[in-house]
């Protein structure tokens, strides 16, 4: 019973609880506003602490990242659920992880992020929720019609751990180059001095939050874009509860923490260009629908040893770097000078691979 419990109807809502009250608590602990977790952002500013990008004021590497995919593994082991998997177009996996993050970042969030929003007062994620939701069903037509990458191969049982040893190698990167001073950078790592990267939790706090949603959410197989796609193609309600139940808990949170403010102006990392927060999200949703998953789930079958979807997490981090480096991503003032150009661009590339990448009878 206690194995299976998360993948129960209840296990699914106590999961979606459980991120949608860690997640105000983090930021109420010093994680940015409307962003105690946000998967794309969190993977942004790792991207940064490495120096993909020199955007300096998203640049942390994000401990709930690390705690996802270690999490994700403990539980795996301990269940025996663990898969050392991989080969199902994994340079595919990785385009669209690029061009996942370039959407999120057009809009400034992933569906995690969208949801918190929401549950935070910020309207302009309806927008975004719309932009998710359409893409998702766009792909869903894709997946009707045969869209497929092809079966993925057992493979050796230390491959599967090689994604969680990187984020260990991350983890320990951290300890041997703490911020120091509030300086910019310390060793190999960079460190925002202001703006968003600068505002975090506790480190052991943040990787602990990140350790028990890795944990619960592998045995419950939470995904935001597998609800919406369950939903659309089975009207089925498993997943989606608790993706009601992250937004009803996390309201309730943020009222606790006066942390709600209702409104499209002045919200947190957010821009009100509505036509771009809601194509931007589309773009993302199309590729999570390709892909077979959203970005925390991605993180949560990496950690049970899928390869492919770490090279599409791997592809999402690289994609942060294109994203600030040639200005793409957006910020509170409005869409990057070249980001519209690269979301139409992602669209393209999404059908192609959509229109192509079918098995047919």
Known sequence: MTKNFFGTRTGIIVVGAVI?????????????????????????????????HRAAVVQYLRPEIIGFVLGALAAALLFKDYRARTGSAPFVRFILGVFAMIGALVFLGCPWRALLRLSGGDLNAILGLAGLITGIWIGTLFLKNGYNLGR????????GLL??????????????????????QSGILFYSIKGPGAMHAPLFIALIAGLIIGF????SRFCTMGAFRDLILFRQL?????????????????????????????????????????????????????AGGCPGRQL??????????????????VGAGFAHNFGLASSPAGVGPHGIAAVVTGFV?????????RKTA
């Open 20 to 52: 949608g009250i860690l997640a105000p608590l983090l930021q109420k602990l010093g994680n940015p506003g409307n962003m105690g977790i946000c998967v794309a952002c969190f993977e942004r500013d790792i991207s940064g602490a490495l120096g993909f």
């Open 152 to 159: 993925t191969q057992k493979t050796h049982f230390s491959a």
């Open 163 to 184: 994604m969680p040893l990187v984020m260990a190698g991350f983890l320990i990167l951290m300890f041997i180059f703490p911020q120091m001073d509030q300086q910019p």
């Open 216 to 219: 619960i959410a592998q045995r």
């Open 238 to 290: 498993h997943l989606i509860s608790g993706v009601i139940a992250l937004v009803v808990a996390a309201f309730v949170m943020n009222l606790i923490f006066a942390q709600f403010n209702l409104g499209f102006e002045k919200q947190p990392v957010a821009h009100n260009v509505h036509i771009w927060n809601f194509i931007g999200m589309a773009l993302a949703g199309l590729a999570f629908a390709l």
């Open 300 to 317: 949560f079958l990496a950690g049970e040893g899928d390869g492919d979807a770490a090279v599409f997490v791997f592809g999402m981090i």
């Open 349 to 357: 590339v999404c059908l192609f691979i959509g229109f192509t990448m």
